[in-house]
């Protein structure tokens, strides 16, 4: 059942020509289980191998070929359950859901209706505008998780006249994973998704690859006055990226209002959304569960798991992303933006925990999101192929810390870490970068800057603010190798200040 509470923000609202309108929307994210195998046959799962290279007899629908179920899939299913702080049946059942497409070769779809292995649960998101502020906090609610396999895919771009088939996902696990309609705006249907894949990934359960279509949603919007009745729904099959979604809501959204406001009335469909045009496209009717004739696969007895089974699962989870972030506020004394940027996905908090150990924590947030991922986001490179590892980071952190090197030559130094040129203590070494801390020596720099400029120094000895001035010319005499804090010591003593 459709149903949403809910009354969104104002700020929120559509303006249309006939008053405000609210967003109403609800999520189904298939999410493909981090499984060697399928979940019904062995076959393997790589990605990328040669067209139906990967299709058992049960993949392919075979006569007489029985589905043998996954038990790794189902521990899969209940520890994202788990994480989504969501009922965990102890009984649910497989069924058929009939429908003919050509990459289905069975005619149905083993997948959970009425009996889903996992039930109501909830997570909470932060909402964040195209300006990257941050909104207040919305609990979503989850409907349920559901075990059921994929289709095949058709492919239509290899001959004009043609449609070839690739069975190779077929049968591959996923967990469908249906939020209620609880969310108000695009940035908080994103904001939702980021949120998932970042659970999925802590538990390791999805890899969360959403241009390999391992993590993809489809979307439900539909328009409302704000707090009236719920109007009909479209679904947008298939959205793999977050800027997508965003897109794909905000198109059918005025279209639906544009529709409405003209004395016309929205169909029921599913849609598919072009991301060259940025705008969605009918692709057929939408079908109402009855459509799809569910009922019991007689092939698989229904699954009966112990409390024992889930009880030795629930003690093995991971820290949770929010239960890190509040440990990194805690433990850290990082700030809520920083911790929630760290905390996003595990990869992230892992590689700051390696950098932040036996550190100044907050010094290292500034790197890590500074440098390092303005670094890795101008090389388009993900973190797990950085070329500066943790180790190496929190190596460049202890010269800084040790009054080696200064601030401003640590970031000369990391560029160069980056670029493949050696550790930090090899660059410092080879290009001769070590601070000058001997007092002497930045005591006759400062003199001599100050010979040099009689004026400025009378100046300066009135307005404290120009010192400034001879700081930057002590650095630059001393190529930026001089301690800084030394310099700013010394020129005070030296002009009375």
């Known amino acids: 059942m459709f149903t949403a509470e809910r009354v969104g923000d104002p700020k929120d609202y559509i303006k249309g020509e006939t008053g405000d309108w609210e967003i109403i929307i609800g999520l189904e994210v298939h999410a493909q289980v981090a499984s060697t195998s399928k979940l019904f046959s062995g076959s393997s799962t790589a990605y990328g191998s040669e067209p139906n290279s990967q299709v058992s007899l049960v993949d392919a629908g075979m006569p007489g070929m029985l589905p043998v179920l996954n038990e790794f899939c189902v521990e899969q299913a ?29 005619g149905y779809q083993i997948s959970q209706f009425e009996f889903p292995i996992v039930g109501e649960g909830e997570i909470e998101i932060l909402p964040i505008d195209a300006d990257g502020n941050v909104g207040d906090a919305v ?15 058709s492919v239509h771009d290899l001959s ?4 070839y088939v690739d069975l190779n996902r077929c049968g591959v696990a996923l967990m469908e994973i249906v939020s209620k309609p609880d969310m108000r705006s695009p940035e908080e249907a994103s904001a939702y998704v980021e949120k998932l894949r970042g659970i999925v990934r802590a538990l390791g359960t999805c890899d969360g690859d959403m241009e390999k279509g391992n993590l993809r949603a489809d979307v439900n919007v539909s328009v409302r006055r704000p707090g009236g009745e719920l109007g009909t729904r479209c679904e947008i099959k298939n959205v793999n990226s977050m800027r997508f979604i965003r897109q794909a809501i905000n198109y059918e959204a005025r279209r639906h209002i544009e529709i409405i ?4 009335t929205i169909d029921q469909e599913t849609r598919l959304f072009d991301s060259v045009k940025g705008e969605t496209r009918t692709m057929r009717s939408k079908e109402d569960a009855h459509d799809y ?3 019991p696969d007689p092939d698989l007895l229904p699954l009966k798991l112990e409390q024992s089974f889930v009880d030795r699962i629930k003690s093995e989870l991971p ?11 805690s433990d850290y004394g ?6 929630r940027i760290l905390t996003a996905e595990a990869v992230k908090a892992d590689f700051y925990e390696s950098v932040a150990k036996g550190r100044d924590a907050k010094i290292a947030s500034n790197w890590v999101m500074g440098e390092l ?10 973190l797990e192929n950085s070329p500066v590892s943790a180790d190496a980071l929190g190596g460049l952190l202890d010269r800084i810390a040790d009054d080696t090197i200064s601030g401003k030559i640590a970031k000369d130094v990391f560029e160069r870490m980056f670029n493949g040129e050696g550790t930090a203590d090899e660059i410092i070494e080879k290009q001769g970068l070590k601070q000058v801390t001997d007092t002497g020596a930045i005591a006759a720099m400062v003199q001599k800057v100050i010979d040099a400029n009689p004026d400025q120094a009378a100046a300066a000895k009135e307005n404290p603010k120009l010192v400034g001035f001879f700081v930057g010319q002590v650095m630059k005499a001393s190529q930026g190798k001089a301690n800084p804090q030394a310099v700013n010591k010394i020129l005070r003593e030296k002009l009375g200040l």
């Open 334 to 339: 990082l700030p809520e933006y920083d911790a």
């Open 319 to 329: 820290e949770m992303p929010d239960a890190r972030k509040s440990r990194f506020m």
């Open 293 to 295: 004739r569910y009922f």
């Open 139 to 153: 609990t979503v609610g989850i409907e349920r998780l559901h075990l059921e396999q994929d289709a095949g895919k």
């Open 261 to 264: 406001e003209a004395g016309g």
């Open 373 to 382: 991922f303005g670094a890795l986001n101008k090389a388009s490179l993900d």
């Open 78 to 106: 209940v520890k994202t359950g788990l994480g989504l702080n969501a009922q965990i049946n102890l009984f649910s059942r497989f069924d058929r859901k009939n429908y003919f497409y050509v990459d289905l070769p069975q």
């Open 160 to 163: 004009p006249d043609e449609t």
